[in-house]
């Protein structure tokens, strides 16, 4: 099993990108990024804060919401 790396909200947001992932629409420090699939649309929410890397239980949640295992995220990286 692959540690999670420290990721930063815009690291992440590229990766989202490269996954179909589509800003949406952001309210104070979260950024909500949208991607349709077969089963209805997959939404997430990205807290952005300058410099700061996101939280463990965070990013986990955020690339479990995005499909992905914490190899898939070090390989897109």
């Known amino acids: 099993m692959t540690r999670l790396p420290a990721v ?13 992932f589509t800003f949406d629409r ?3 420090s979260h950024a ?6 077969d089963h209805g ?3 997430i929410v990205i807290p952005i804060h300058k410099g ?3 939280k ?3 990013l986990h949640g955020l690339i479990d919401d995005m499909g992905l295992s ?3 995220l ?3 990286l």
Do not use: F, H, S, W
């Open 8 to 20: 930063t909200a815009r690291q992440l947001i590229a990766v989202a990108e490269k996954l179909g």
């Open 26 to 28: 952001q309210k104070g």
């Open 32 to 37: 909500v990024y949208v991607r349709t699939t």
């Open 41 to 43: 649309p997959v939404t």
């Open 52 to 54: 700061r890397t996101l």
């Open 56 to 58: 463990r239980g965070t």
């Open 70 to 72: 914490a190899k898939e």
């Open 74 to 76: 070090v390989d897109l």
